[in-house]
């Protein structure tokens, strides 16, 4: 079980009140687990990746651990703690604008 | 007593503001997409209660919302604007060739007879269309591909497919606006384009007369007359009587020929609005007063409308989506500024008063007309 906790702006969007506890099957990366995220919440395709090349949005960012994950390989295998559900992974607005 | 259901657009949401025929007391919902950009929300002309909405943010990218209510309850539809085959290159700020790029949608238009087909224009600009509801959408990629694409520029706001006006006795035709390449028309549903800029002047291009190349902010028509066009360009106000294929200035006595809406009124096809802004690089009104000009005589003679208006200290801008008319007798007339204040004349201008004054900044106004 992993858990994601969301932007508040996209927990709105999804209609969510607090965290999301995903099922994710195989290996757990920032691909696989934003994959499930959208086939369940599918109004949320297109607003942390682009649709079309999958990259994250610029103003995105992927915290866990108290790491930056961004920069990781969308592949890369998520830390153990996210995988076991001790942590979550982290979607997060950047802090940008006013 | 018709009812009058105005959707505004805002930099921090929507709202919805409803009235009856009178046009007086106003009850006022939203913000709906509370925070998020709503660059356009537009009803179905087939079905009241649907309604499209542009939501976008500079983090999360673009969603579109639908109503089948009337705007109580909305769902996410499809959001998914990829341009079909090669991306070519348009003309960039400085000179160069840049990639087209999906930035946002600014304007939707639903179809005159059909609730679930309906239009974006977007930025990069490119028209797409939807049959399903908004659940998928296709580029009319005949546009993004005519042969002067390249030349296309960015105006200040990005390169914006802005303006789109279906032709209602002309099945089949389409016309667009982009800033800055100017009006294209379509006569087979959105196949294949031409552009329709002749008689345009534009000192900020180096060919002042070029085929394309016009910062058109915004281009409106009276829907029993479709082949007489009306146009705010960036600087002139413009005239077309042969749909699109030949334009003349009819600034006549306006203050400023600058700004961004154009309306005409909804049963006098020869009465338009416009709202003069002082300048280019001064995007504000004239004279800190606040002036709706309106012509009786399809254009070059102009007055200025100002009871109710403020007439000092006033530096707000009227964005181009930001104008709109009711279908009632007498016309309602609506505006909304970046200051926040919404507008309503329901004598056709002759007097004016608020209908909200402290919304976030407004980017586009619609009305619908109830019975």
Redesign the interface.
Known sequence: MIRVVLPAHLRTLAHLDGEVKLDVEGKATQRSVLDTLEACYPMLRGTIRDQVTHERRAFVRFFACQEDLSHESPDAPLPDAVVSGAEPFLVVGALAGG | MSTVRVLIGTRKGAFVLTSDGKREGWDVSGPHF???EIYHLKASPADPNRLYASQS???????IQRSNDGGKTWD?VG????YEGAVGTHLWYDGTQRPWEFARVWHLEPSLTDPDTVYAGIQDAALFRSSDGGQTWQELAGLRTHKSAPLWQPGAGGMCLHTILLDPSHPGRIFIAISAAGVFRSDDAGKTWRPMNRGLRSEQIPDPTAEVGHCVHRIAMHRTRPDVLFMQKHWDVMRSDDAGESWREVSGNLPTDFGFPIDVHAHEPETIYVVPIKSDSEHYLPEGKLRVYRSRTGGHEWEALTKGLPQRDCYVNVLRDAMAVDALDPCGVYFGTTGGQVYVSADAGDSWAPIVRDLPSVVSVEVQTLP
Do not use: P, T
């Open positions: 509370g925070g998020w943010s500079s983090w999360f990218g673009q969603v996410a959001n998914k604007f990829a």
